[in-house]
């Protein structure tokens, strides 16, 4: 595991709109759990914009990320289980202090 990954629980977050620089201060180096409608597993978000992700059943995947207010952005690399990989799309983020919401997914910190 790399050092530089912290697995202390975020910080409570404010609320309303999170701004692009809250989401990659919460997100960086940071490791997480994913779920949501038939997909699960971990990712992890790195300060250089990458992440990578092992997706329960499927593999482990690489990709690109980004923030911007109120929004993440996620392209995923092909792979395997997904020969095309993805176009990079933006969802809605939010956090309850302790967990996010993006979009239909749930991001739990491990």
């Known amino acids: ?9 975020i910080a409570p977050l404010p609320t309303g709109e999170l701004k692009a620089a809250d989401v990659n201060r919460a997100l960086a180096e940071r490791r997480f759990s994913f779920a949501s409608a038939g997909r699960k597993g971990t990712v992890t978000y790195f300060r250089d914009g990458t992440f990578e992700y092992d997706e329960t059943g499927k593999g482990i995947g690489t990709g690109v990320w980004t923030a911007a207010d109120g929004k993440l952005c996620e392209a995923r690399n092909p792979t395997s289980f997904l020969p095309k990989g993805t176009p990079s799309t933006c969802v809605p983020i939010s ?7 993006v979009g239909s997914m749930q991001l739990i910190p491990i």
């Open 95 to 101: 956090s309850d202090g302790s967990r996010f919401t």
């Open 1 to 9: 595991m790399d050092p530089a990954i912290t697995q202390q629980p």
